[in-house]
T-cell receptor, first 116, second 116 residues
Framework: AQTVTQSQPEMSVQEAETVTLSCTYDTSESDYYLFWYKQPPSRQMILVIRQEAYKQQNATENRFSVNFQKAAKSFSLKISDSQLGDAAMYFC?????????????FGQGTILTVHP | DAGVIQSPRHEVTEMGQEVTLRCKPI?????LFWYRQTMMRGLELLIYFNNNVPIDDSGMPEDRFSAKMPNASFSTLKIQPSEPRDSAVYFCASSLMAAVAKNIQYFGAGTRLSVL
């Protein structure tokens, strides 16, 4: 079974600084999808960014970017120019695709605190 | 669209009672997922449907849990009888598995269930 590991239970960053959240995963698949979701105190899960494994180019969404290292099975999230509204729990998630298309496996999450 | 709508937002019940959680997916979405979030186990996929048909219920913890999707716009997750260890936040998510939709799952706000 696939596993997703987030080794940082908590991280903190100063406003306007940059922070990187780590994620590793285990899979024998060659084509799959990776996601970062944000869960603020409101509890709503919000998609931050998505990466397709067959694409070598790292995904970016405004201040959010990923460092996807397929051989190392690593998928880290970089948040630039951190804002107070970025404070949340961040989850890394894996989707094997194929017959398991849409079946997400989540990491344990990283709590991000942003200091003013 | 209003997004994925879950009800109730909070539910408090006594052990042994029947609990029904409700979900209205985003109109036009053909996949629906039920997740459970606890501190100990994180986010777990319980069951998911494609075109109203259950595809994978391997995450359903035991026979006390059941889920139905009688039509494309409504799903229920029922626990009967409920136990204190069922206390958790239950999320519903929906997705459109067309290429253009990029298999992104959209989550509801969740139902916080407390079983006393």
């Amino acid at each position: 079974a696939q596993t997703v590991t987030q080794s940082q239970p908590e991280m903190s960053v100063q406003e306007a600084e940059t922070v990187t959240l780590s994620c590793t995963y285990d899979t024998s698949e060659s084509d799959y999808y990776l996601f970062w979701y944000k869960q603020p105190p409101s509890r709503q899960m919000i998609l931050v960014i998505r990466q397709e494994a067959y694409k070598q180019q790292n995904a970016t969404e405004n201040r959010f970017s990923v460092n996807f290292q397929k051989a190392a099975k690593s998928f880290s999230l970089k948040i630039s120019d951190s804002q107070l509204g970025d404070a949340a729990m961040y989850f890394c998630a894996y989707d094997a695709g194929g017959t398991s298309y849409g079946k997400l496996t989540f990491g344990q999450g990283t709590i991000l605190t942003v200091h003013p | 669209d209003a997004g994925v709508i879950q009800s109730p937002r909070h539910e408090v019940t006594e052990m042994g009672q029947e609990v029904t959680l409700r979900c209205k997916p985003i109109s036009g979405h053909d996949y629906l997922f039920w997740y459970r979030q606890t501190m100990m186990r994180g986010l777990e996929l319980l069951i998911y449907f494609n075109n109203n048909v259950p595809i994978d219920d391997s995450g359903m913890p035991e026979d006390r849990f059941s889920a139905k999707m009688p039509n494309a716009s409504f799903s229920t997750l029922k626990i009967q009888p409920s136990e204190p260890r069922d206390s958790a936040v239950y999320f519903c998510a929906s997705s459109l598995m067309a290429a253009v939709a990029k298999n992104i799952q959209y989550f509801g706000a969740g139902t916080r269930l407390s079983v006393l």
